[in-house]
């Protein structure tokens, strides 16, 4: 028998979270996370270099029974846009281990424990090919993050765990509706190629895509479900912003991917000058909104609504151009922004403070510190030959063909992002050293470049060779249009 | 046309960068850290023109690194307009760092390490931007030069130096986040390739004319480097830099990255065929019409020299492009060998500005009574360096402005003829009157405590020997300007023009 990969991945860290507790010391606690995890990431490599790109099939396929009577199944499998996720999780799970290595000073078992819980579920849900376990891991996955936030945030941390996970239950509830509605009208099976495969008419597709929308909506965020999203990302440590920013804002949008996309193929088209407009929207809003943050963790926040605005944008283009700018925007969105939190996360660790005029001359002051600070903010200001700019330019060439004034839209958040982010560039990077309270400040140690070094490689890897990206993700995309336009041909 | 492989585009990048890193390195020995700044220069130079038998016999050199996106490489090629634009910044760059060292050491300025290392990488991304084979690896050193010439703008960290810089910042990356991202994203959406193509790479497209006219406007916007008014606001304000920086970069290496960028645009994305057909060429010779006299009106009222030399730097870019615009042989000639004819004289102009600063600290035109016979060398040369502005022979500057006029009459464009010579007249009117208050008003003696009393005026042998080059070669360039002609009638051959 061939070994189950999909499930080692999906088990081992979530076999650690039962060894976890006869472990002794807070040391050993983090060291053997920061091991499982790393297993976890490399497993997740030899993955992507296993996986096959001349075909749009699903992959590394596990089935088995698991509720026959109800159509539920253990059904596990990837194609090339699932694989990127996994990737990406389990590169920022390690990260998120050593980020917190010395600001977590209490409950370091359980919170470790958190980690790797999450961690196997997000997995899981990208592997998922059963629409009954995908629903109970996106749904598992609140509690080990409202942990997270709830025990190990800032002050306000019980406000914003409870809004989030208040916000993103009422969204499932939506979900839930609609996964039962597919279950009863596309045969009573919760396999979810079957679900893809099977017709469903104009009237209960569109139905289910407005279920659908709310409950991704309120995920991804789009405006206007996006309030908690600067509550949770301020209160929550740095490992749960990286986390929370790299993956969890990434579920809405693959639910859209996996789900409304090939199930709903006729409401998708229909729907999709709406979706269109109200991406628009969120990315000059949110453009806005981050424009006239002084606190630095609100800024970054705030600033996500904007560049997830551009992932839907890219989504709804239904085109192969704009797809891909989008799936590749997902990559980086959670590769840069990742980062910009790792380094709000450091500079608070320092000095206590996240408000933006406090700071300045840190270039001077922590020149390491400094120039990766720099660089992931012009990267999330997409730089051409970073990683942003790649994506930025797909999703736009994208959207010019389908509307201009998108398009437009589009263009106009960018030159807000520039603006916000040029704008912490020159104030906390530049001018006369500056630190709040005259609290010490010291450069980056061996721990936090280990952090911020596979991040960079991303930022230019992506930025000026996105083919090897792009070989992988299009023929899972190619196919997801030619569903579309076959099935909406004929409704 | 022959297309030859080669390394040596990546090489002449590549210079400048190892010298950066060098540079930091030896942040602490000075001396051997500004030679390595003058050797990587004289290498750069020497890589550089080793290519141009090739391209003057009508080759072209290339090399393509990987593919970024379907229809899109990292790739370089050396043609005929990359050409111009890299001998004239790799040529000159040899002198700025000469310059350069005179110039720090006198003021005893202070972060001369990342001054050095900002400036070499400067010159990388010019030359980058020179050698790129599309609009993608264009725009990446377009953007590069961007970000590195940010530190130099704010070197003196004093409160205007900040001022200056944000305004220099925010235009330039504000404009190539808006149209010049615009123009990309529909150019790639319109064509599926970024590549610079011999005819215009829209040349053909089925594109309506309004997406046509909408992204070269686009890319006239966004490319705003050119400082084509009323986009021009940052150049006045990078003034701030210290002086070779506004010499090399602001009179020659980044003005020229947005000039060249116009052209590569007009010529090879956009096509003589698609300008003329949608009129594009004309009306961008009534809008560039508009800052060249615009702006030397607003030069004339400037008394700070180097606000009125960036004033000149804003309306002579202008001839530039009004050359291409005007899309007839002669006119393209001219506006091409324009690139090189104002490079050597306005950075020998601003070269004298900083000697004179050195020398005196004297910024105004009304202090500078009677200081040619104390820096007799340095105000012959601004002499010399006003004649080519004005476009007197034997400078170069008289031979492209003779190849724009007769090119406007061979548009039959009286219009941008009577341009011309106003403009000249201009030019005159406020870059004689400098000689003149240096050589033949009396010296004064100046109140400000701030400026060297006039009996202690000496050249800067270092500053000085630097600009009497610059100036020796404007003329030489009148004399024997065959190279940059012969290069501007390949550029014009190449577009498919007779």
Redesign the interface.
């Known amino acids: 028998m061939e070994l189950p990969i999909l499930s080692v991945l999906i088990f081992l860290p979530a076999i650690a979270v039962i060894i976890l507790p006869f472990l002794r010391t807070n040391a050993v606690v983090r060291w053997f996370t920061l091991i499982v995890l790393f297993v976890d990431f490399l497993i997740a490599v030899w993955l992507l270099v296993a996986f096959d790109t001349s075909t749009a099939d699903m992959q590394f396929r596990e089935s088995r029974e698991w509720v026959p009577s109800l159509g539920i199944g253990y059904r596990l499998g990837i194609d090339g846009v699932s694989v990127w996720f996994i990737f990406l999780t389990a590169l920022l799970g390690w990260i998120c281990v050593l980020a917190s290595w010395n600001s977590i000073k209490h409950r370091v078992k359980e919170f470790m424990a958190s980690l790797l819980a999450i961690q196997s579920m997000m997995i899981g849900v990208f592997c998922a090919l059963d629409v009954f376990l995908f629903y109970v891991l996106w749904e598992a996955m609140l509690i080990p993050m409202y942990l997270i936030i709830g025990i190990w945030g800032g002050k306000n941390r019980i406000y914003a765990a409870f809004k989030f996970f208040l916000f993103t239950l009422a969204g499932s509830l939506l979900f839930l509706i609609g996964i039962l509605v597919l279950y009863f009208e596309g045969g009573r099976t919760f396999d979810m190629l079957a679900l893809m495969a099977a017709e469903y008419s104009f009237k209960v597709q569109a139905g289910v895509f407005i279920a659908f929308l709310i409950a991704f909506a309120v995920k991804i965020p789009m405006v206007p479900f996006h309030t908690w999203l600067p509550d949770a990302h301020v209160q929550a440590p740095t490992a749960g912003s990286i986390i929370l920013a790299g993956v969890l804002l990434k579920m809405g949008a693959y639910g859209f991917i996996r789900f409304s996309l090939p199930m709903l193929p006729d409401a998708s088209q229909y729907f999709a000058p709406m979706m269109i407009a109200l991406s628009a929207l969120a990315i000059v809003y949110g453009g806005l909104l981050a424009l006239a943050q002084t606190d630095i963790k609100k800024l970054v926040a705030y600033s996500s609504v904007s560049h997830m605005g551009f992932i839907t944008l890219g989504l709804f283009t239904l085109n192969v151009?704009g797809m891909s700018g989008a799936v590749i925007q997902m990559f980086n969105h959670g590769i840069t922004t990742g980062a910009l939190f790792l380094f709000v996360g450091l500079i608070y660790e320092r000095t206590h403070s996240r408000e933006i005029p406090q700071y300045g001359g840190m270039i001077k002051a922590v020149p390491l510190f400094g120039i990766l600070f720099a660089t992931f903010l012009?990267s999330s200001?997409?730089?051409?030959?970073t990683n942003g700019f790649?994506g930025?330019?797909?999703v736009?060439?994208?959207?010019?063909?389908v509307n201009g004034w998108a398009?437009?839209a589009g263009?106009?958040g960018?030159?807000i992002?520039?603006?916000y982010l040029?704008g912490i560039y020159?104030q906390v990077l530049?001018?006369?050293v500056k630190v709040p309270d005259d609290n010490k400040i010291w450069d980056l140690d061996n721990r936090e470049i280990l952090c911020a070094v596979p991040l960079l490689i991303f930022v230019f890897w992506m930025g000026?060779?996105?083919?090897s990206f792009?070989t992988i993700l299009q023929p899972t995309l190619e196919n997801l249009l030619l569903q579309l336009a076959v099935t909406g041909a004929g409704g | 046309m022959d297309y030859l492989l080669s390394i040596r585009p990546v090489l002449a990048i590549a210079t400048s960068l190892v010298a950066a890193v060098l540079i930091l390195y030896m942040h602490n020995r000075p001396n051997l850290r500004d030679a390595t700044s003058v050797i990587a220069a004289i290498l750069k130079f020497f890589i550089v023109i080793s290519m141009a038998p090739l391209v003057l016999a009508g080759s072209t050199l290339d090399l393509t690194l990987f593919e970024i996106l379907p229809g899109v490489d990292f790739a370089f090629r050396v043609d005929a307009l990359g050409m111009v634009f890299a001998s004239v910044s790799s040529l000159l760059w040899i002198l700025a760092a000469i310059y350069s060292i005179g110039y720090m050491r006198n003021q005893k300025e202070r972060s001369q390490t990342r001054f050095f290392a900002s400036f070499a990488v400067s010159l990388s991304a010019a030359i980058g931007g020179a050698f790129a084979a599309n609009l993608f690896t264009l725009v990446i050193f377009y953007e590069v030069l961007s970000l590195v010439t940010y530190p130099l703008v704010y070197h003196k960290e004093n409160k205007e130096s900040w001022k200056g810089s944000r305004r220099y910042i925010v235009y330039l990356v504000g404009a190539s986040k808006s149209f010049l991202l615009a123009a990309l994203a529909l150019t790639y959406q319109v064509a599926g390739s970024m590549d610079f193509m011999p005819e215009g790479l829209l040349k053909g497209s089925d594109a309506s004319d309004f997406i046509l006219i909408a992204i070269y406007f686009s890319y006239l916007i966004g490319f705003a480097k050119s400082a084509i008014m009323p986009f021009h606001a940052w150049l006045p304000a990078a003034m701030v830099a210290p002086t070779p920086v506004s010499a090399l970069l602001h009179a020659v290496a980044v003005v020229k990255m947005g000039v060249f960028c116009v052209l590569r645009v007009i010529f090879h994305v956009m096509g003589i065929d698609v300008m003329g057909n949608l009129g594009l060429g004309i009306a961008t010779a009534y809008l560039v019409s508009f800052t060249i006299i615009t702006a030397s009106i607003y030069a004339l009222t400037r008394d700070d020299l180097k606000a009125r030399l960036a004033y000149s730097t804003i309306s002579q870019l202008s001839y530039i492009i009004l050359g291409a615009a005007m899309l007839t042989p002669l006119a393209v000639i001219g506006g091409i060998t324009h690139i090189a004819a104002h490079a050597f004289s306005k950075i020998t102009l601003f070269f004298c500005a900083g000697s004179i600063y050195c020398a005196s600290h004297r910024r105004n035109i009304s202090d500078l009574a009677g200081i040619g016979k104390r820096l007799p060398w340095t105000m012959a040369a601004f002499f010399i360096g006003s004649l080519g502005m004005i476009g007197i022979p034997p400078t170069g500057g008289f031979i492209s402005k003779w190849y724009l006029v007769t090119g406007a009459v061979e548009a039959k464009e009286m219009v941008f003829l009577a341009v011309l010579l106003v403009s000249a007249i201009l030019n005159a009117a406020y870059f004689l009157p400098v000689t003149y208050t240096a050589f033949f008003e009396k010296e004064a003696q100046s109140s400000n405590p701030e400026l060297v009393a006039m009996e202690s005026v000496k050249e800067v042998p270092m500053v000085a020997i630097p600009l009497v080059i610059t100036a020796i070669l404007s003329l030489i360039l009148g004399l024997y300007p065959d190279y940059f002609l012969e290069l501007a009638r390949a550029v014009m051959r190449g577009t498919g023009m007779s």
């Open positions: 151009n012009l200001m997409a730089v051409p030959g790649v930025e330019i797909l736009l060439s994208g959207t010019f063909a398009a437009s263009v106009v960018a030159l992002g520039a603006a040029l020159r530049l001018g006369p000026l060779y996105p083919k792009l």
